[in-house]
């Protein structure tokens, strides 16, 4: 018997339910990733050479036999099936409102074929939907959920996969060879990708990194925080696993890691339960304000020229590293909608272009949080001062440095005031586009006025 391991956003062996479920379920597995148009397409060259690297380091670990196949899975799997003879289609249940409504069509298409679709899991320590409060219904608010996410607790690691036969050499026409080209990525070099390289950065971060987390998670210009993000987003690493390493440890960098874990399952729980806010404004009122369309100001933050420092730095990483710290996303994402007046959904849309670890739920509620109309939306007259905010959390001004090098020349914090330098703003590096003081105003002013209308 033949069942097929279908991968998407769980690209690892070990702590995978669905693939024990595949393994029980028949004497040979067939391990299988699609890369889906819809999904590729949109995706810039960082998050693709990502993918591709992580795929990579699967097939290693599968000595090889990864069938790596193209196209619309609601094609691409019957097809499959039908070719390696399969029983069944085992997945990690996908969580998504894109991902429902594909593997609902998927499972039509298999049914069709008396091939059955079985998820196993989810990507979440505890599945999205799962969590509601007293009275049945959804948490609109963190802290509540995150208790509540606390007392349900979280299953522990599944056992590993023992001695799986895994098949490529599956059939006619399945030679697993539709690998995409390369993305040419200049001088860019990504950190590693895949299973292993995600358990060694957690242990290197438990290790040397978690006792000062909660003071240093921060401060872009340190490398205080796990940067695991893009290994959770792929499913190289399970958050049941971190849970578990984190159970016995005590201490603040301890709590306040399972805390941000635990937004990142929030998160989806709210696209579960509300599928349209990964586009619409969670909270409505906000959708009256006045927007300017994405025009020369945008492509000046996109590019990370702005002429405010923090902004820059911070879009200039996205493009680089295809990541930026956690306070800087907070900084560029405020700077577009509060000072350019920008709406919040072309900011998501470019973060998930570049970002290795983009995320609709992550990214898109994060968007939300910053331009006041998420779910415990920071008030919209809490407006980021991007001067201030990069003296504060980069007071040396190492990190604009590293990203902007046309602010090299300036010493310390003076990086983030280049227009006050002595000899005026460096050569190369451009003026303010904006006026910080007016565009706050402006956004205020604006705010009032829905509020009272
Ligand atoms: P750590 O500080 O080491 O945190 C550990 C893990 O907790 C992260 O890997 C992540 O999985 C989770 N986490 C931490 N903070 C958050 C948060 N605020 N929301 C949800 N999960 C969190 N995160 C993404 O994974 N993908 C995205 O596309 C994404 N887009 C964002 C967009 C904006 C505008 C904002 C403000 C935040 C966004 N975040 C996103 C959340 C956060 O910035 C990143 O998770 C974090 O910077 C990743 O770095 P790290 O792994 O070193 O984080």
Redesign the pocket.
């Known amino acids: 018997r033949r069942s097929v391991l279908w991968f998407r956003r769980d690209l690892r062996l070990g702590d995978h339910p669905a693939l024990l479920t595949a393994a029980a379920a028949a004497d040979e597995v067939v391990p299988l990733f699609v890369i889906d148009p819809a999904l590729w397409k949109p995706a810039g060259d960082v998050r693709r050479a990502y993918l591709l690297a992580s795929l990579r380091a699967l097939d290693e670990s599968l000595d090889g036999r990864l069938v790596v196949e193209r196209g619309d899975p609601t094609t691409v799997l019957p097809r499959l099936a039908r070719r390696v003879g399969a029983d069944s289609v085992h997945v990690t249940a996908d969580t998504g409102p894109y991902g429902r409504r594909r593997d609902e069509a998927v499972e039509e298409k298999l049914a069709g074929r008396d091939v059955p679709l079985h998820r196993t899991g989810t990507a979440y320590a505890v599945g999205p939907g799962t969590i509601l409060n007293g009275s049945g219904r959804p948490f609109q608010v963190f802290t509540p959920f995150s208790r509540a996410w606390a007392r349900h607790g979280w299953p522990t690691p599944a056992d590993s996969p023992g001695r799986t036969t895994f098949v490529a050499d599956a059939g006619e026409g399945v030679d697993g060879t539709h690998w995409p080209a390369e993305p040419d990525l200049g001088d860019l070099g990504l950190p590693p990708a895949g299973e292993q390289a995600a358990k060694d950065r957690w242990a290197e ?1 438990l290790e040397d990194r978690l006792g000062d ?1 909660d003071g240093d ?1 921060d401060r872009p210009d340190r490398a205080g ?9 792929w499913g190289e690493i399970h ?1 049941r696993t971190l849970l578990a390493d984190l159970a016995p440890r005590r201490g603040k960098g301890a709590d306040t ?1 399972r805390t ?2 635990a ?2 399952e ?2 989806a729980d709210v696209l579960w339960h509300r599928p349209d806010s990964a586009r619409e404004y969670y909270k409505p009122e906000l959708a009256g304000l006045r927007y300017e369309r994405p025009g020369a100001a945008f492509d000046a933050w996109a590019a990370g020229r702005t002429g405010y420092p923090i902004v820059d730095a911070g879009m200039r990483q996205l493009h680089a590293e295809g ?4 306070r800087v ?2 900084i ?2 405020s700077f577009l909608v509060k000072d350019l007046h920008v709406e919040w959904q072309h ?2 849309r470019e ?2 272009r570049w ?1 290795r ?7 898109n ?3 939300q ?2 331009a006041g109309s998420g779910t415990d939306a920071s008030p919209f007259f809490r407006v980021f001062n991007p001067v201030t905010q990069g003296e504060r959390f980069d007071p040396d001004g190492d990190y604009v440095r590293r990203y902007v090098p046309e602010l090299r020349g300036l010493a310390g914090k003076q990086a983030h005031r280049p227009w006050e330098a002595a000899d005026g703003v460096p050569e190369g590096y451009p003026e303010r586009i904006v006026d910080h003081a007016e565009e706050r105003t402006r956004a205020l002013e604006d705010y009032r006025r829905v509020r009272e209308s």
Do not use: C
């Not at 990541?323 to 956690?326: K, P």
């Open positions: 971060f987390y998670r925080t796990s940067q695991l993000s893009a290994h959770l987003k958050p890691y941000e874990i937004w990142r929030f998160y990541w930026i710290h956690n996303r907070m560029t994402a900011g998501a973060f998930m970002l670890d983009g995320d609709l739920a992550s990214n509620h994060g968007w949080w910053v």
